[in-house]
């Protein structure tokens, strides 16, 4: 994915998130996150990108 590409899909999903509003934020992100990692090949890939984000989200 070029630079481009990942801003275009952030701007997207902000303003998704904005649409749906702040207390539906969380199960939207969720049912992404699910349908996102039932795309990997396996679930190892899954769980380094869970761990990524958790690493992300802590800093």
């Known amino acids: 994915m ?3 590409d990942l801003d275009k ?3 997207a999903l902000c ?3 904005t649409r749906i509003g702040e207390h ?5 992100l969720a ?4 349908s996102l ?6 679930a190892d890939q899954a769980l380094a990108l869970i761990r990524q ?3 992300g989200a802590v800093q």
Not at 31 to 34: Q, V
């Open 2 to 4: 070029t630079d481009r």
């Open 9 to 11: 899909s952030y701007t």
């Open 15 to 17: 303003e998704a998130v």
């Open 24 to 28: 539906r934020a969380p199960l939207f």
């Open 31 to 34: 049912m992404l996150a699910l």
């Open 37 to 42: 990692i039932a795309r990997q090949d396996s």
């Open 53 to 55: 984000a958790e690493q």
